[in-house]
């Protein structure tokens, strides 16, 4: 069982540069999300998705987009990147969007917008 | 809408000494509410969990929180700190505002353990 993985690890883009950071979990989970981190700030959630065919935005979506097409899969494709975008970038599963679920978190992937 | 509040950027204790982490929350339902620890260059962790049941929550690797509802607060603790448990430790609510769970982070508190 890997859980959830990301990919890559590290990442540098220009300014302008599109890109899609993968996440991938084999646990069956309905819920997935994507978070940011930034110094000071804790994690911010980007989008989520509740179950294949079905995403939401989250508080700092702008700039980002995402798609479930699998149970399995819930990439974040970054359209024109900016220096404000980077950042860690967290992807998380759990069971479900209920109040009680753990979320599983994937080990990260650093990206830097020069 | 629901917040939540870390009292402590930081946070500097000796090892074998008493750990405090302090949280404070916002919420207009019944909140469910947890603690995620993040070592270095690694994703979070869960630690523990409250969900309306037992006030007192036991949690991995001796840390325990309590749920006050009269002071809106879940602070973590821990008898007695190791070196291992220096890390980055996130408080987090969730409560069904607007029909769905979305949780929300605190900025983190830093635990640092001085030999």
Redesign the interface.
């Known amino acids: 069982n890997a859980g959830v993985t990301q990919t890559p690890k590290f990442q540098v883009l220009k300014t302008g540069q599109s890109m899609t950071l993968q996440c991938a979990q084999d646990m069956n989970h309905e819920y997935m999300s994507w978070y940011r981190q930034d110094p000071g700030m804790g994690l911010r959630l980007i989008h989520y998705s509740v179950g294949a065919g079905i995403t939401d935005q989250g508080e700092v979506p702008n700039g980002y987009n995402v798609s479930r097409s699998t149970t399995e899969d819930f990439p974040l494709r970054l359209l024109s990147a900016a220096p404000s975008q980077t950042s860690v970038y967290f992807c998380a599963s759990s069971p479900s969007g209920g109040d009680n679920n753990e979320q599983f978190f994937g080990p990260g992937t650093r990206l830097t917008v020069l | 809408a629901q917040s939540v509040t870390q009292l402590d ?1 930081h946070v500097s204790v000796s090892e074998g000494t008493p750990v405090l982490l302090r949280c404070n929350y916002s919420s207009s339902y019944s ?2 509410l ?1 603690w ?1 620890v993040q070592h270095p ?6 630690l523990l ?1 409250y ?1 309306s049941a037992a006030t007192l929550v036991k949690g991995i690797n001796g840390f325990e929180a309590e749920f006050k509802k009269s002071e809106t607060s879940f602070h973590l603790t821990k008898p007695s700190a190791h070196m291992s448990d220096a890390a980055e430790y ?1 408080c987090v609510v ?3 505002a607007g029909g ?4 929300t ?4 508190t830093s635990l640092i353990v001085h030999p």
Do not use: A, W
Request: charged share 15%; aromatic share 20%; hydrophobic share 25%.
């Open positions: 950027s909140p469910s947890f995620y260059n690694k994703g979070l962790q869960l969990k969900t996130f969730s409560d069904q769905s769970y979305i949780p982070f605190g900025r983190g």
